[in-house]
């Protein structure tokens, strides 16, 4: 991985982590001393950012080196395992403040006249932290397509799933200065709801990532279509395209000519070998082997 772009992912990561921390700070001790069940989420779903935050940067030191003799392939799939923790991370924390909240809005229709309205101040909290949130989303979101990175793809998405979160706890605490205090609870349990679906849809992907899955079909399609368009190829005996991150790894058999010395079959080689890495960017390496072809 080119020097800059580590260096613009883990900018990305400190920057993350900076901010959560001065978040979830923010929103637990206004949450609990404001009596607001959604802000106290919405504090927990910060609190987790920060443990993701610390992770990534941790997994993503060894996942951004350059290959070496132990790894020759490079260290890109620490970064799929940091992406399948960063979805168990989300499903535990979704798992507890789902709970958490029903367990509260079981207890305030026992007894409605035990709660107590979250104050204004949880609710101006709300609205300070959806705007950062948002404008943390857009700079993850262009940090990872400027770096190509799925984890910072990964987190752009949590944070515009923490705006959302924020959103509905600004709508809770805003009903329930008219004394409409559920509403509080079921933001709470609305918020538990979005991590979980986030937690589910960055787990599925985290497994296509680690478990070498192939692409799509008109990807593989056009590699090989490109390949036996290609001259001195007379056919494409067997093609295997594997996802590698963001990347992909092909390996390719071709018929060649069966009178062609050996130094000739080895060119066309070569030649597919080149031109397939130099037309689909994508292609981290393409592996060319060369059987005789019999008309």
């Given at each position: 991985m080119k020097a800059q772009k580590r260096k613009d992912i883990l900018k990305a990561i400190i920057i993350g982590l900076v901010v959560n921390i001065l978040l979830t700070i923010?929103?637990?001790?206004?949450?609990?001393?404001?009596?607001?069940?959604?802000?106290?989420?919405?504090?927990?779903?910060?609190?987790?950012?920060?443990?993701?935050?610390?992770?990534?940067?941790?997994?993503?030191r060894i996942a951004t080196k350059k290959p070496d003799h132990n790894h020759p392939y490079g260290h890109e799939k620490f970064e799929g395992i940091a992406y399948l923790l960063l979805g168990i991370i989300f499903l535990l924390t979704s798992v507890f403040i789902g709970y958490d909240s029903i367990q509260s809005m079981i207890a305030y229709l026992k007894d409605p006249q035990a709660a107590i309205t979250p104050s204004i101040v949880t609710l101006i909290i709300s609205v300070i932290a959806l705007i950062i949130k948002f404008f943390l989303y857009r700079y993850y979101l262009l940090s990872s397509r400027k770096t190509g990175s799925p984890t910072l793809k990964a987190d752009s998405k949590n944070h515009l799933l923490d705006a959302w979160a924020t959103l509905f706890s600004v709508i809770g605490i805003?009903?329930?200065?008219?004394?409409?205090?559920?509403?509080?609870?079921?933001?709470?349990?609305?918020?538990?709801?979005?991590?979980?679906?986030?937690?589910?849809?960055?787990?599925?992907?985290?497994?296509?990532?680690?478990?070498?899955?192939?692409?799509?079909?008109?990807?593989?399609?056009?590699?090989?279509?490109?390949?036996?368009?290609?001259?001195?190829?007379?056919?494409?005996?067997?093609?295997?395209?594997?996802?590698?991150?963001?990347?992909?790894?092909?390996?390719?058999?071709?018929?060649?000519?069966?009178t062609l010395t050996l130094e000739m079959a080895h060119e066309i080689a070569e030649k597919v070998h080149h031109l397939v890495e130099k037309e689909f960017p994508k292609v981290l390496h393409c592996m060319v082997h060369v059987n005789p072809h019999r008309s």
């Open positions: 923010l929103k637990l001790t206004s949450g609990i001393m404001g009596h607001s069940a959604a802000l106290t989420s919405d504090g927990l779903n910060s609190f987790s950012d920060v443990f993701i935050s610390i992770m990534l940067l941790l997994v993503l805003s009903l329930s200065q008219f004394n409409l205090i559920i509403f509080d609870y079921i933001a709470a349990i609305i918020i538990g709801l979005f991590i979980l679906r986030l937690a589910v849809q960055i787990l599925v992907e985290s497994v296509q990532y680690l478990v070498d899955q192939a692409p799509d079909d008109d990807q593989i399609i056009s590699i090989h279509d490109f390949i036996g368009s290609l001259k001195g190829v007379l056919n494409v005996d067997d093609l295997k395209v594997r996802k590698h991150m963001t990347q992909i790894y092909v390996d390719v058999e071709i018929g060649v000519d069966a």
